[in-house]
C-alpha cells in the first residue's frame, strides 16, 4: 500500500460522510467534482471512496460527470452487476480489441480473478504518486460487456453504446484498465465517437443489456448511436 495512514483514515471518512449525505437525500449515486476541485480542499482524491460507493450499489462517477453517473445507473438497474466509469484510451485494430481505462475508482468487484487491489498514490494529479488513494487492479477479462453513454447531441438526448467480450488486458497502467474485444469494426467504433463528438467518459457493465438499451431509448425518444446495427446510419431517434 503507498497510501499513508493518514490518507487512509480521511478516506474512510469520506465513505461515512457520502453514506450520510445518500441516506438524508436518498440518493442513487453521486457524482464527484474530484478533479481538479477536490484535493485543495480535502488534500486526498477520493478515487477509493468511489470505489467503495460503487461497490455498495451507489453507483458514482468521477469528474462532475452527472450523465456519466446517470449511465452507470441504468447499466446497473439493467444487469444487476457495477458499472465501471471509464476512458477509451487505446485500439488495436488487428485484435479489434479497445481498452477502457480510470485513474483508480472501478469497484473491487469487477477485479480479474487471481488480481490483488494496491492502494496508492493517484498517477496523473500533481505530477502523480502526491496524493491517495486509488485502487489499482485490471478488471475481469471474460464474459460479455456492454459500453455505454447517455448525453446529449446537436439532436437533443441520446443514448450510444457497442457490445463486445472482455478479454484479458495486456495493460500495466495504474488504476484500472478492462480489455474489449468489440463485435463491430474497432474503426466503426471510433468513427462513431469522434464523428458524433461523443464525450470521452463511459460506462461500461459485465453483461449484454444492448437490448434493453434499445428498449430504454425507445420508451424514452432518444436518439441511438448503435454501434452494432446494420447498415450505414448508426442513428435513429426512437430506433
Same mark, same amino acid.
Given at each position: 500500500?503507498?497510501?499513508?495512514?493518514?490518507? &487512509?483514515? *480521511?478516506?474512510?471518512?469520506?465513505?461515512?460522510?457520502?453514506?450520510?449525505?445518500? $441516506?438524508?437525500?436518498?440518493?442513487?449515486?453521486?457524482?464527484?467534482?474530484?478533479?481538479?476541485?477536490?484535493?485543495?480542499?480535502?488534500?486526498?482524491?477520493?478515487?477509493?471512496?468511489?470505489?467503495?460507493?460503487?461497490?455498495?450499489? &451507489?453507483?458514482?462517477?468521477?469528474?462532475?460527470?452527472?450523465?456519466?453517473?446517470?449511465?452507470?445507473?441504468?447499466?446497473?438497474?439493467?444487469?444487476?452487476?457495477?458499472?465501471?466509469?471509464?476512458?477509451?484510451? $487505446?485500439? =488495436?485494430?488487428?485484435?479489434?480489441?479497445?481498452?477502457?481505462?480510470?485513474?483508480?475508482?472501478?469497484?473491487?468487484?469487477?477485479?480479474?480473478?487471481?488480481?490483488?487491489?494496491? &492502494?496508492?498514490?493517484?498517477?496523473?494529479?500533481?505530477?502523480?504518486?502526491?496524493?491517495?488513494?486509488?485502487?489499482?487492479?485490471?478488471? $475481469?477479462?471474460?464474459?460479455?460487456?456492454?459500453?455505454?453513454?447517455?448525453?446529449?447531441?446537436?439532436?437533443?438526448?441520446?443514448?450510444?453504446?457497442?457490445?463486445?467480450?472482455?478479454?484479458?488486458?495486456?495493460?500495466?497502467?495504474?488504476?484500472?484498465?478492462?480489455?474489449?474485444?468489440?463485435?463491430?469494426?474497432?474503426?466503426?467504433?471510433?468513427?462513431?465517437?469522434?464523428?458524433?463528438?461523443?464525450?470521452?467518459?463511459?460506462?461500461?457493465? *459485465?453483461?449484454?443489456?444492448? =437490448?434493453?438499451?434499445?428498449?430504454?431509448?425507445?420508451?424514452? =425518444?432518444?436518439?441511438?448511436?448503435?454501434?452494432? $446495427?446494420?447498415?450505414?446510419?448508426?442513428?435513429?431517434?426512437?430506433?
Amino acid at each position: 500500500c503507498d497510501a499513508t495512514a493518514a490518507e &487512509l483514515d *480521511q478516506a474512510g471518512g469520506l465513505m461515512l460522510a457520502f453514506r450520510q449525505i445518500a $441516506a438524508r437525500e436518498r440518493l442513487a449515486g453521486f457524482a464527484v467534482k474530484c478533479w481538479p476541485e477536490f484535493t485543495p480542499h480535502y488534500g486526498i482524491m477520493p478515487c477509493s471512496t468511489i470505489s467503495r460507493l460503487n461497490d455498495e450499489g &451507489l453507483l458514482t462517477a468521477c469528474e462532475g460527470d452527472i450523465y456519466g453517473t446517470v449511465t452507470m445507473l441504468i447499466a446497473n438497474y439493467l444487469s444487476g452487476r457495477p458499472a465501471m466509469f471509464a476512458d477509451f484510451i $487505446a485500439i =488495436d485494430e488487428e485484435r479489434n480489441e479497445g481498452l477502457a481505462w480510470h485513474c483508480g475508482s472501478a469497484a473491487t468487484r469487477l477485479m480479474a480473478q487471481g488480481a490483488c487491489n494496491r &492502494l496508492g498514490k493517484h498517477a496523473t494529479v500533481e505530477g502523480g504518486g502526491k496524493r491517495g488513494v486509488t485502487v489499482n487492479f485490471p478488471i $475481469a477479462g471474460e464474459g460479455p460487456v456492454t459500453m455505454a453513454r447517455l448525453g446529449v447531441g446537436p439532436r437533443g438526448m441520446r443514448l450510444f453504446f457497442a457490445g463486445g467480450q472482455a478479454v484479458p488486458t495486456r495493460a500495466n497502467l495504474p488504476g484500472n484498465s478492462w480489455s474489449v474485444r468489440f463485435d463491430a469494426p474497432i474503426r466503426r467504433l471510433v468513427e462513431t465517437i469522434i464523428g458524433e463528438g461523443l464525450e470521452h467518459h463511459t460506462a461500461l457493465v *459485465q453483461a449484454d443489456i444492448r =437490448d434493453d438499451l434499445r428498449r430504454v431509448a425507445r420508451w424514452l =425518444d432518444l436518439e441511438t448511436l448503435d454501434v452494432d $446495427a446494420c447498415g450505414p446510419s448508426l442513428t435513429g431517434k426512437g430506433f
